[in-house]
């Protein structure tokens, strides 16, 4: 909080009034119609915004258009934010180019040409008043982005272009309030709507407390949304405590024969989280907010503020208790709560994908690619084949060895197409997971892509087939691990360690992930295919309760934690990660929070002095809902088989 306050002072000087006049911000994901782009904020808090971002699988995406008010008329010297996205790897050939249109006329310069850093390309001088029509003009398909487009009458000034004082000038530039609206105040506040705190979120509000649940995303789900399309792992509902699950197993999506990652979006059914979450009357459901600030006094958190991601308004949201479901850690690292992070030889994150036929009807009927139509009429016309460039900025796979290429069929699937965009394209090994994000997203991206050329345009394969679905949020696996009163430990589940905590079942072995050699030739500390640890000690023995001390901050007094960011050690990671697993600490942590709000307790004060309640609720139906604060629980919901 202190940092914006700073660059209020800073950006008074740059953005008085008659500064402001002279200058007009456009932030790309708050154009009106975002046409074909993506709102991408994944990387927001590294540069402080999302962008829009032209994930079109190589076919062009429609204009993000938007209208420019322009107060005076004069010269306009214009910036674009943007950046060449494979210039860290020096590849070639600026893949990600657009254009600017200014009343339907492109600006001379193409835009995601230059540097590797983001960045305010010139776009040189236009003549402008009243009302224009701007629109961001894709080239390629090839996941250009633009963060920002400014138009500047004073020739002399140049934009900021990072830290706190780009923030300011984005606030500033747009007028935006420095002081946030007021989000409420609730018994818990949960931020990250993966299934953790879907989960986490439903149990408490069940519970009988008043909660907000703070998601980023438009829908809900993370890895297990259609967003991602990882499918939920993890047995639910184990002796003795057999409605720990209950409330995974309605918001999870039903299986069925389809049932796998990097399926169709259906399979993940957002829409059945979102109706259970919505038929809580005490959730208040903040999507598409990112959490970016925490206000801590004496070693508890008081309130958080999140920007909503397409308006940049920012609210504040307070709590008696907060759980971090982000995955990432991110409200316990805002905090100042311990926490772990292996930055080397850590497990990677994954953006899964699958290609199909065009010359299948059925498939292109059910395709996902952002000009199906044009598909649609292409193919019943007769046109089936489907070409795909050279890509010379993508990783160079003509010689290399991949799953789904001849020879290298692997352990994964019977056929070779199969082989492609599953759970083991995964890269980033060795990168830091939260600064590094965009970096290996990007890498992953360049892989399917290279592969996809290899396949098509050296091997001469699959010439109707084209690439149909590709995850451009990342499915992350290894982040931040916030340290609890136990890190639990991968020789806690060799052993079989009985704790008196015992809360969550975990029914998975102890699946690490690192690079795998056999695809990892010439790709030093660029790797994008693992492997998983498999037998001896890593194999699964049957179910571990693991202790509720590791759901909760050891140094912030009211946070609770579930999903991938509890304590655990890297090689406990393995086994606590999978979705059921993640969603029953959440459920948990509901239970838990209740008791803190009603008992006047911290997170660690449930364990000390009222573990026996916690376990009586264990044994309570998770669609039973207690009517006020002190109530008892009553009713049982008809719970998702
Ligand atoms: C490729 C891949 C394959 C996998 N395979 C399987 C499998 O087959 N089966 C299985 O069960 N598990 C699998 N896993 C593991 C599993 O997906 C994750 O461990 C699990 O999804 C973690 O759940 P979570 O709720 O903790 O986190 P996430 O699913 O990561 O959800 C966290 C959510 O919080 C949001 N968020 C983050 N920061 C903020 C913020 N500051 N403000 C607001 N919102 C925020 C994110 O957008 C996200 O939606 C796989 C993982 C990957 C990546």
């Known amino acids: ?37 993506e709102v991408d904020q994944q990387f927001m808090d590294q540069m402080g915004s999302p962008f829009l971002l032209a994930h079109g699988l190589g076919v062009p995406v429609r204009d993000a258009v938007t209208t420019a008010k322009f107060t005076a008329p004069g010269t ?24 600017v249109l200014v009343n339907d006329v492109p600006l001379k310069e193409i835009f995601g040409t230059m ?29 250009g982005r633009c963060d920002a487009v400014l138009f500047s009458r004073d020739a002399a000034f140049i934009p900021p272009n990072g830290g706190p004082e780009l923030q300011g000038f984005r606030t500033e530039a747009l007028g935006r309030s420095w002081v946030p609206d007021d989000g409420g105040t609730f018994d818990l506040v949960v931020v990250g709507g993966g299934i953790a705190g879907t989960a986490a979120a439903v149990s408490a509000a069940r519970n009988g407390l008043t909660v907000a649940l703070v998601q980023d995303r438009p829908v809900l789900g993370g890895n297990g949304s259609s967003e991602v399309r990882v499918w939920p792992e993890g047995h639910t509902r184990q002796q003795p405590f057999t409605h720990i699950g209950d409330i995974v197993e309605e918001i999870c999506p039903q299986k069925s024969a389809g049932s796998a990652n990097a399926k169709g979006a259906a399979v993940y059914d957002d829409e059945r989280k979102l109706r259970v979450v919505r038929a809580e009357p005490r959730i208040t459901l903040f999507l598409e907010h990112h959490a970016n600030a925490v206000n801590v006094a004496n070693q508890q958190i008081i309130y958080l503020t999140a920007q909503q991601t397409r308006t940049a308004r920012q609210v504040k949201i307070c709590g008696k ?34 290609v199909f036929d065009v010359a299948d009807k059925n498939q292109v009927l059910h395709c996902e690619c952002k000009d199906k139509d044009a598909l649609a009429m292409a193919v019943k016309a007769g046109q089936t ?50 600064r590094d994000l965009e970096r290996i997203r990007d890498l992953n991206l360049r892989a399917m892509y290279g ?17 149909g679905w590709a995850a451009y949020i990342v499915g992350k696996r290894e982040s931040r691990r916030l340290l609890g009163d136990v890190v639990l430990t991968g020789e806690d589940f060799r052993t079989a360690r009985v704790f008196p905590d015992a809360a969550f079942p975990c029914t998975w072995h102890i699946d690490v992930h690192s690079p795998d050699p056999r695809f990892a030739g010439g790709l030093q500390g660029e790797e994008f295919i693992s492997q998983a640890t498999t037998g001896g000690k890593y194999n699964y023995q049957g179910p571990y309760w693991a202790p509720y001390r590791t759901l909760y901050s050891r140094n912030i007094g009211n946070l609770f934690f579930a999903g991938r960011d509890i304590s655990v050690t890297r090689e406990a990671l393995g086994p606590v990660r999978v979705m059921r697993t993640c969603g029953m600490m959440g459920e948990i942590v509901g ?7 009603r008992h006047g307790t911290s997170p660690r004060g449930v364990y ?15 669609g039973m809902r207690r009517d006020k604060l002190d109530g008892g629980l009553t009713g049982t919901l008809s719970a998702g088989k």
């Open 451 to 467: 592969a996809w050329d290899a396949l098509k345009n050296v091997d001469g394969l699959y010439p109707n087939h084209r690439l």
């Open 1 to 37: 909080m202190k940092s914006l306050r700073l660059s209020a002072t800073i950006f008074a000087i740059v953005c008085s009034p008659h500064a402001r006049a002279q200058q007009l911000l456009l932030e790309a994901e708050q154009f009106a119609d975002t046409g074909g782009w």
């Open 591 to 597: 239970k838990a929070a209740w008791i803190a709000v």
């Open 76 to 99: 306009y010297h214009v910036w674009v934010r943007t950046r060449d996205w494979v210039a860290p790897w020096n590849a070639p050939g600026a893949p990600g180019k657009f254009q």
């Open 115 to 143: 540097g590797a850093e983001w960045a305010w390309q010139d776009g040189g001088l236009i003549e402008a008043s009243g009302e224009a029509k701007i629109a961001l003009h894709d080239l390629t398909g090839f996941e």
């Open 321 to 354: 208790l907060f759980a971090d479901c982000t995955g990432d850690g991110a409200v316990g690292f805002l905090a100042g709560a311990d926490f772990e992070l292996s930055t080397h030889e850590h497990q990677g994150a994954s953006n899964l994908w699958n």
């Open 385 to 434: 084949a489907a070409p795909f460039p050279r890509v010379p900025w993508a990783v160079d796979l003509s010689d290399k060895p991949f799953p789904g290429r001849a020879k290298s069929k692997g352990q994964w699937a019977n056929t070779p197409l199969a082989n492609l965009g599953g759970w083991f394209w995964e890269s980033g090994f060795d990168k830091d997971p939260i």
């Open 608 to 622: 000390q002095d009222h573990l026996a309640l916690l376990k009586e609720l264990m044994v309570q139906p998770g």
